[in-house]
Each structure stands twice: as structure tokens, then as C-alpha cells.
């Protein structure tokens, strides 16, 4: 199985508890350092600003006491990943990050001093490779905080900035303006299960998983496991996927031309961008058997799964099938609403996360019988959120689960607001089930494994009922 990270074009859905102190769903990764000529003082940078040279240009190094408003991004950004992020990283380890985002930049245009911000003494070869990167701080402060996302956290945590917050926002919301496919990112040559990966390479493939029913994206064809090689004639090559986000979604009626290879032929494909319904519930009645699919964990998506369980239940229905399938997750606090109308009593989810254990409780809104036959249907595209709710009702002994494997993603990430307007989203805990079994990188494992990919609500429900 293949763990992907499912983006809607484009943007990450995980489970968290979202907003600035609220979760929405690692490795190490070390850097090369890159150096340049340059005359530094030999006083510490902690003391207060230091003047310097880095190539012809002058750099004045100062600490995060001292930083200008356009620096301080990168102080925030430092100080919450040391005080937040799951796992400790080391200040070399950020440093040389920062230094990858800055060899990304096409080089400065500017001969003006630069002033650059130094968390710790580590910085100071960063800084001087913004000085011959970055035309101003503000372009070297957004190189260096997106190295950080970038270089050394997990592909589960990010930067945002300003519009590509709005764009998350939006797409919680319910509703985007793109074409309607979700993507993932992978990369083939990593061993194990979890093929996750941040930056588009010759390895790292951002592949189309599915496309929103009637959306521009399904009508211009897109199928699952295309490959998406390049945006309006130019190659994605080392981009991030909050670029490619970015660059695909866009206002409706707007043209968008991607490069696609399917099979290993490239063929382009002009897409009219339009408003996208985010589907959040569907519902059947099949005889006694009733039907629910929940698309994803948004904000609104606990109170319209409840009122879909309440009608089915007054229809007379003595099963419920609820279908997963390609739900990439969402808020954990929708998790535990979906969680608590089948349980209760008991905890949904324990996270685990720098010094601290937390546990989540079911909220008392049991409205399920226990008579009920419950029966929760996933996929590998099932992530997140959508683990949580499976894996505790199967704990349980509440539902049977069916289908395949599932994602495999067993971390929760908070957003946290950035004085720029932007946001870093960090991987802050891992989570398991009330019994302490962490799916990270396997999956839920079915209870009943089958091939479901292609099954509609009817010919899954048939399926379920012979079982």
C-alpha cells in the first residue's frame, strides 16, 4: 500500500484542530550548508547587531529582540517549531534549512545593507547567503521560513503564506475556485509504506488521486494516477505543493493549461477554472440498509453527518453503512462529533507530543442503537481523521470495517498566525487509539479486505450485505 497525502487542487487536508492555537491532522531532514566569501565579526550575535559584508553587500546581523517587522516571520516561525513541533530539531539542522529556501531565490537585484534576523549563532551562514540571494528581508524572511517547512519538518507541517491561507480557508469553508481533483504527492524510491514527499523532483511525483463529481476536472478527463509534470507550459520541477496550489486554483472562468503524463506520454489539457462544491454527505435508504458517504472532516461536517444518521434511523434502517472512501480528513473535533453519535462512553483518540499525553473523550451524544449494524467502508485514500473515527470503532467491537488499507498518517498539526498574515502548520502530536495501536505508515487494517475503488453506493451496499 501506498500512504499518499491527499491534496484537493490544491491544498492539504489533514486531521488538526485548525485555527491559531487549534489542531487541523517525522523525519529529520538534514541540509547541505552553502557558504559564501564574507567578513564576519567575531562578536556574538546575541549581544546585539553586528555589521558585516557578505560579498559586496552589507549585512547587519541582529538577534529576535531586535528584529525589523519584515524579520520576524522567521523569529515566530523558529520559536514555535522549538516550543510545538512533535519532535526536537536542532538549531543546525533549521540553519541549514534556511539555507536550502534561500538557494532557491534567483539571486539579488539589490545592492541595499540587509538586515537579517539570527535565532541562535547558527544563523549566521544563512544570513549571508540571503545577502546574495534576497533583494530585500522580506524576500529572505519568506525563503527562510519556507525552508524550514520544507527542508526540516514532515511533509505534514507547512507555511502558508497570505494567499495560500486564503485558499486553505476557503477549501474548509466548503467551497474552492479550481478544478476539482484531489492530488497526491509521492515519491517511489522511498522504502516502506509512506512515500510522502514536500518538493516536486524526478522522484517526488504529484499524482491525481481523484476528481469532485461534475467539477472542471472530471470533464476535462483527468484520471486517477496521472501525473502532473507542469502549469501553463512550465515544469514544476522544485516546487513546493503549496506552489503548485497556488498556481492551478484560481478565479473562476480563468483558464489553467496542465501538462499531464498518463502511461508515459505527455499530452496538455486546458481546464476552465470554476467554483467547486466541496461535497461534505450523501444519502441513500437501500430496503433496510441505510447509506452515508462524508467527503471530509470539515467544520460543518459533524452537525450534517448527524442530522444524515438521524433521518436514516427514522427511515427504520437496521444497518448503516458509512463510506470513507478518499476522504483525506479534516478537524479532529469533527472526528470525535462523528466518533461520539456510535460510542457512549470512553476516549476516541490519545495524542502523544512533546512531554505530554493527551486524551480526547467522546462528547455524550450517542444516538446510534446498539443494534445497530454499522459497517465503516475505506479505502487508501482514507486519511487521517477518517482513521481516527475507523480505528477506535473497530477497537471497539462497534463497526466493521471494509475495504482496503487505509492512509497511514498518525499525526495531528496545529496552525499557528504569523505577524505577516501567514501561518505555519506543525506536526504537534501523534495519535493512537485508546488502546495504544499507532496505524502510522500501515494503516487501518480492514476488517474485511476487498477491492471497493470502483463500487457505487449501490454495488457497495450489495457488496456489505453478502458479507
Given at each position: 500500500m501506498t500512504v499518499r497525502s491527499l491534496v484537493p487542487l490544491l491544498v492539504l487536508v489533514s486531521a488538526c484542530i485548525a485555527g491559531n492555537g487549534s489542531p487541523t491532522s517525522t523525519s529529520e531532514a538534514g541540509a547541505t550548508t552553502t557558504t559564501s566569501e564574507s567578513t564576519v565579526s567575531t562578536e556574538d550575535v546575541s549581544t546585539g547587531p553586528t555589521t558585516t559584508t557578505a560579498g559586496d553587500r552589507d549585512l547587519e546581523l541582529v538577534d529576535c529582540d531586535e528584529a525589523p517587522d519584515e524579520m520576524m516571520i522567521v523569529c515566530e516561525a523558529y520559536d514555535l517549531i522549538k516550543t510545538n513541533y512533535v519532535d526536537e530539531i536542532d538549531d543546525t539542522v533549521l540553519a541549514d534549512a534556511a539555507t536550502q529556501g534561500l538557494a532557491t531565490l534567483d539571486g539579488a537585484d539589490s545592492s541595499e545593507p540587509l538586515v537579517c534576523a539570527t535565532p541562535s549563532d547558527e544563523f549566521t551562514a544563512a544570513c549571508?547567503?540571503?545577502?546574495?540571494?534576497?533583494?530585500?528581508?522580506?524576500?529572505?524572511?519568506?525563503?527562510?521560513?519556507?525552508?524550514?517547512?520544507?527542508?526540516?519538518?514532515?511533509?505534514?507541517?507547512?507555511?502558508?503564506?497570505?494567499?495560500?491561507?486564503?485558499?486553505?480557508?476557503?477549501?474548509?469553508?466548503?467551497?474552492?475556485?479550481?478544478?476539482?481533483?484531489?492530488?497526491?504527492?509521492?515519491?517511489?524510491?522511498?522504502?516502506?509504506?509512506?512515500?510522502?514527499?514536500?518538493?516536486?523532483?524526478?522522484?517526488?511525483?504529484?499524482?491525481?488521486?481523484?476528481?469532485?463529481?461534475?467539477?472542471?476536472?472530471?470533464?476535462?478527463g483527468l484520471m486517477r494516477d496521472d501525473e502532473l509534470v507542469a502549469v501553463d507550459g512550465v515544469a514544476i520541477l522544485g516546487w513546493t505543493v503549496d506552489e503548485v496550489t497556488a498556481t492551478v486554483r484560481g478565479p473562476s472562468g480563468t483558464e489553467v493549461t496542465l501538462t499531464i503524463e498518463r502511461a508515459g506520454d505527455d499530452f496538455d489539457v486546458t481546464i476552465t477554472r470554476a467554483a467547486v462544491s466541496i461535497p461534505i454527505i450523501e444519502q441513500e435508504v437501500f430496503g433496510s440498509v441505510g447509506y452515508v458517504r462524508l467527503w471530509n472532516f470539515t467544520g460543518a461536517a459533524g452537525s450534517q453527518f448527524e442530522s444524515a444518521v438521524v433521518d436514516l434511523l427514522a427511515d427504520g434502517v437496521d444497518h448503516l453503512v458509512v463510506d470513507l472512501r478518499n476522504n483525506p480528513g479534516g478537524f479532529l473535533t469533527t472526528a470525535i462529533d462523528v466518533t461520539s453519535l456510535f460510542l457512549e462512553d470512553g476516549d476516541v483518540v490519545v495524542t502523544e507530543g512533546p512531554g505530554e499525553t493527551t486524551s480526547y473523550p467522546v462528547n455524550g451524544n450517542a444516538i446510534v442503537p446498539d443494534g445497530t449494524e454499522v459497517t465503516f467502508v475505506v479505502n487508501k485514500g482514507s486519511a487521517s481523521a477518517s482513521e481516527v473515527v475507523s480505528a477506535v470503532l473497530q477497537e471497539r467491537s462497534r463497526a466493521t470495517v471494509v475495504g482496503e488499507s487505509t492512509f497511514g498518517k498518525n499525526t495531528v498539526q496545529q496552525r499557528f498566525g504569523l505577524s505577516n498574515g501567514g501561518a505555519m502548520k506543525l506536526t504537534i502530536a501523534r495519535w493512537l487509539t485508546p488502546g495504544g495501536l499507532d496505524f502510522g505508515g500501515t494503516g487501518v487494517i480492514p476488517d474485511v479486505e476487498m477491492d471497493v475503488s470502483e463500487l457505487d453506493s449501490r454495488e457497495l451496499v450489495n457488496a456489505v450485505a453478502d458479507l
Amino acid at each position: 500500500m501506498t500512504v499518499r497525502s491527499l491534496v484537493p487542487l490544491l491544498v492539504l487536508v489533514s486531521a488538526c484542530i485548525a485555527g491559531n492555537g487549534s489542531p487541523t491532522s517525522t523525519s529529520e531532514a538534514g541540509a547541505t550548508t552553502t557558504t559564501s566569501e564574507s567578513t564576519v565579526s567575531t562578536e556574538d550575535v546575541s549581544t546585539g547587531p553586528t555589521t558585516t559584508t557578505a560579498g559586496d553587500r552589507d549585512l547587519e546581523l541582529v538577534d529576535c529582540d531586535e528584529a525589523p517587522d519584515e524579520m520576524m516571520i522567521v523569529c515566530e516561525a523558529y520559536d514555535l517549531i522549538k516550543t510545538n513541533y512533535v519532535d526536537e530539531i536542532d538549531d543546525t539542522v533549521l540553519a541549514d534549512a534556511a539555507t536550502q529556501g534561500l538557494a532557491t531565490l534567483d539571486g539579488a537585484d539589490s545592492s541595499e545593507p540587509l538586515v537579517c534576523a539570527t535565532p541562535s549563532d547558527e544563523f549566521t551562514a544563512a544570513c549571508e547567503i540571503a545577502a546574495a540571494s534576497a533583494n530585500d528581508s522580506v524576500e529572505a524572511a519568506e525563503a527562510m521560513v519556507t525552508g524550514f517547512a520544507t527542508y526540516a519538518l514532515d511533509p505534514n507541517s507547512g507555511y502558508f503564506d497570505e494567499q495560500a491561507l486564503d485558499l486553505l480557508q476557503e477549501e474548509q469553508e466548503g467551497e474552492i475556485e479550481g478544478i476539482g481533483a484531489l492530488v497526491s504527492p509521492e515519491d517511489q524510491t522511498i522504502p516502506g509504506d509512506n512515500k510522502q514527499c514536500g518538493v516536486v523532483s524526478e522522484t517526488c511525483e504529484i499524482l491525481i488521486v481523484s476528481t469532485i463529481s461534475g467539477a472542471p476536472a472530471e470533464k476535462a478527463g483527468l484520471m486517477r494516477d496521472d501525473e502532473l509534470v507542469a502549469v501553463d507550459g512550465v515544469a514544476i520541477l522544485g516546487w513546493t505543493v503549496d506552489e503548485v496550489t497556488a498556481t492551478v486554483r484560481g478565479p473562476s472562468g480563468t483558464e489553467v493549461t496542465l501538462t499531464i503524463e498518463r502511461a508515459g506520454d505527455d499530452f496538455d489539457v486546458t481546464i476552465t477554472r470554476a467554483a467547486v462544491s466541496i461535497p461534505i454527505i450523501e444519502q441513500e435508504v437501500f430496503g433496510s440498509v441505510g447509506y452515508v458517504r462524508l467527503w471530509n472532516f470539515t467544520g460543518a461536517a459533524g452537525s450534517q453527518f448527524e442530522s444524515a444518521v438521524v433521518d436514516l434511523l427514522a427511515d427504520g434502517v437496521d444497518h448503516l453503512v458509512v463510506d470513507l472512501r478518499n476522504n483525506p480528513g479534516g478537524f479532529l473535533t469533527t472526528a470525535i462529533d462523528v466518533t461520539s453519535l456510535f460510542l457512549e462512553d470512553g476516549d476516541v483518540v490519545v495524542t502523544e507530543g512533546p512531554g505530554e499525553t493527551t486524551s480526547y473523550p467522546v462528547n455524550g451524544n450517542a444516538i446510534v442503537p446498539d443494534g445497530t449494524e454499522v459497517t465503516f467502508v475505506v479505502n487508501k485514500g482514507s486519511a487521517s481523521a477518517s482513521e481516527v473515527v475507523s480505528a477506535v470503532l473497530q477497537e471497539r467491537s462497534r463497526a466493521t470495517v471494509v475495504g482496503e488499507s487505509t492512509f497511514g498518517k498518525n499525526t495531528v498539526q496545529q496552525r499557528f498566525g504569523l505577524s505577516n498574515g501567514g501561518a505555519m502548520k506543525l506536526t504537534i502530536a501523534r495519535w493512537l487509539t485508546p488502546g495504544g495501536l499507532d496505524f502510522g505508515g500501515t494503516g487501518v487494517i480492514p476488517d474485511v479486505e476487498m477491492d471497493v475503488s470502483e463500487l457505487d453506493s449501490r454495488e457497495l451496499v450489495n457488496a456489505v450485505a453478502d458479507l
